[in-house]
């Protein structure tokens, strides 16, 4: 159902024409509730009945609108059949600068196929005219000076994005694949009389699938060098989503393989490439150091660090408000603000577009639509290596604190595991944190503030970044429900049983060892209950520091302190022993102040002791008495 307000809107009335109407009993299906018109999504204007000079303009109703790209990344078809933003001025940027290789790193969905899919539809030399799909956008309007590049050049375009496969054996036939249809794409070189007859010979090996390892490394630079010469101009090179293959190989240990062939592939179009007008890329991460791009001085990176070309990957403010109110949906800019605005490409705001067009075409129903558009696997390495402060770090950013991290925008792939500090690096790149403040630092790097840009991501972080840290399976899951009972419930023997019984089925022996395990184990479980709580951890309160505050959003919830002791081989009467020094260091130190400061009025306190796989809790309520 639409209000009145939308339904003008839509119809090109005013809302107290709307009103009237629903009134007079014109427009079928209206009810009244709570003491506003409620209208059918499907009503049409009714006919006005009077007669007027003049010519009639019909007003597009929601059925007659075009209808979202969901999931579209050719150009031409976006264009002309769906509701496109016009990112067109990407061109006329890029002819502003003429840099002759451009990388763009940006998250993944943010449209960096469907840009890359523009800019071959506008250079490229067609049977068709392809102008076209130009004449009513941005670009066209800028004058000759650039629209005289359009359909010029040959282009040889390549996308990896489905690249994806579990040994290098499959890869390389992929990429053959790609390389088969492209090479079959300009066949017509073929005639040409300044191709020689071993080019030719080349080119049938491509074309029937009999190319060797050394053929395909080269067929860039060989396919560039044939365009140019049948068609007197040298061609535009365009990689899309070159660096997933690479991370493929990493995830599926074939990595020296991929990259190896990489650096000759990339180094035959790109370095030194007479026979090359422009090259562009993009990824998400840049792999410099990976000897990919070895040599290659006329490379320019555009990052999301950068203000160059900021606002033509993801949707800017203006944008987002243009697309709603064509729609009939100005009054949800709220919500899809908190939902998926908070990006920043350099200085520029930025919504994930792939969830604005899911939640406009859902009519407004926030989900987190991004999380099922594909994982990045190499987290999974990153998290496993994760130390217990950077655990701490990731914890704080869910409870929506921010951190400060140095930020290497030369992530390198094989390096990630060994050096944990990086995962900050690759959770910004990847479009899982915003940078509100940063400073570049003479050595390259930056100094950021970080944190998490939106509620889509807060949702995201609990699937793909917690669940790494906490192992969530089904029995991960079932505790951490259980956990949640018991604390609503203050009920720690069902809390004991809870972790005891994770422990024992989930747990490696060996993965149990020092304090910090524990209490990382413990504060992810109980994360997921963030809505209730605002979840605190090592935290100066009284004469010392906490392990853990739980501290109720709604003062119906009661406290609660946590605070965790650790020791190999204890007996059973030991582990108890341990468990009421935790918690006797509790009332001794006043780790309560802070939730005093918070108005909360009843504190209940758990000391846990570990050892191995056994776990015993000792509690107390907020008088201080202990609860066997």
């Not at 990176?301 to 993801?314: A, K, L, P, R, W």
């Not at 809390?495 to 910090?516: C, H, K, P, R, W």
């Not at 990382?520 to 209730?532: A, C, H, K, R």
């Not at 108890?576 to 006797?584: F, I, R, T, V």
Request: net charge negative; charged share 25%; glycine share 6%.
């Amino acid at each position: 159902m639409m209000t009145c307000k939308e339904k003008a809107l839509e119809w090109g009335i005013s809302e107290r024409t709307v009103n009237a109407l629903c009134k007079n009993g014109r427009i079928p299906g209206a009810v009244k509730a709570g003491g506003r018109w409620q209208i059918p999504e499907e009503a049409r204007r009714p006919e006005d009945g009077r007669i007027s000079s003049g010519r009639y303009v019909k007003k597009n109703t929601l059925e007659e609108r075009k209808s979202l790209p969901v999931g579209i990344s050719d150009y031409a078809r976006a264009q002309s059949e769906y509701y496109y933003v016009d990112k067109t001025l990407l061109i006329r940027e890029f002819l502003d600068k003429k840099p002759m290789v451009s990388l763009f790193t940006r998250p993944r969905r943010f449209g960096k196929t469907l840009n890359m899919d523009m800019l071959r539809c506008f250079f490229e030399i067609a049977e068709e005219d392809t102008s076209i799909y130009f004449q009513n956008t941005k670009i066209w309007k800028c004058g000759e000076r650039y629209t005289s590049h359009q359909g010029k050049y040959p282009v040889i375009f390549l996308t990896f994005k489905d690249v994806k496969f579990d040994s290098w054996t499959a890869t390389l036939e992929k990429i053959k694949d790609l390389l088969q249809a492209e090479f079959g794409r300009h066949a017509e070189i073929l005639t040409g009389s300044h191709i020689a007859d071993y080019e030719k010979e080349y080119y049938a090996r491509i074309l029937n699938g009999n190319a060797s390892y050394m053929d395909l490394t080269v067929s860039l630079e060989k396919l560039s060098k044939m365009l140019t010469d049948y068609y007197g101009i040298a061609p535009i090179i365009i990689i899309d989503e070159y660096d997933t293959p690479v991370q493929e190989g990493y995830s599926r240990d074939y990595y020296n393989e991929i990259i190896n062939f990489m650096r000759v592939f990339f180094s035959g179009a790109f370095k030194d490439n007479k026979n090359l007008s422009y090259g562009f890329l993009t990824g998400i991460l840049r792999i410099a150091q990976e000897s990919i791009f070895s040599g290659l001085n006329n490379l320019s990176v555009h990052s999301i660090m950068d203000d160059e070309y900021s606002q033509f990957f993801g949707f800017t403010s203006a944008e987002v408000s243009e697309m709603l109110s064509y729609y009939g949906m100005t009054d949800k800019m709220d919500e899809l603000k908190e939902w998926y605005d908070g990006y920043l490409f350099g200085n520029e705001e930025i919504y994930n577009p792939w969830s604005v067009i899911n939640y406009v075409a859902k009519k407004g129903v926030p989900q987190a639509y991004w999380v099922n558009t594909g994982k990045n696997e190499i987290l999974v390495d990153v998290l496993q290596a994760a130390t217990e402060d950077i655990k701490e770090q990731l914890f704080a950013l869910l409870q929506g604190n921010s951190v400060i991290a140095r930020i290497d925008q030369n992530v390198v792939y094989r390096d990630i595991a060994e050096n944990p500090d990086n995962i900050f690096s690759l959770l910004l790149i990847a479009g899982y944190l915003k940078t509100p403040k940063k400073e570049l630092q003479p050595d390259g790097y930056y100094l950021c503030e970080v944190s998490i840009p939106n509620k889509e991501i807060a949702v995201v972080y609990k699937s793909e970044i917690l669940s790494h840290l906490i192992q969530v399976g089904a029995i991960a899951r079932t505790t951490a429900n259980r956990i949640a009972e018991s604390l609503f419930a203050c009920d720690y023997r069902k809390m004991q049983n809870a972790i005891t019984e994770y422990l024992q089925n989930s747990v490696s022996f060996f993965d149990a060892g020092a304090e910090g395990f524990y209490h990382g184990l413990v504060l992810g479980l109980i994360s997921l209950m963030d809505n209730q709580y605002r979840i605190r951890s090592n935290r100066e309160s009284g004469n010392g520091r906490y392990d853990i505050a739980m501290i109720p959003r709604d003062n119906k919830y009661p406290g609660i302190l946590m605070e965790f002791k650790w020791k190999a081989g204890l007996e059973e009467e030991e582990i108890d022993q341990l468990a009421q020094k935790a918690l006797d260091q509790i009332n001794k130190n006043h780790y309560d102040a802070e939730l005093m400061e918070y108005g909360v009025e009843s504190v209940f306190k758990l000391g846990i002791a570990f050892s191995g796989k056994r776990v015993k809790i000792r509690k107390s309520n907020e008088m201080g008495m202990v609860l066997k």
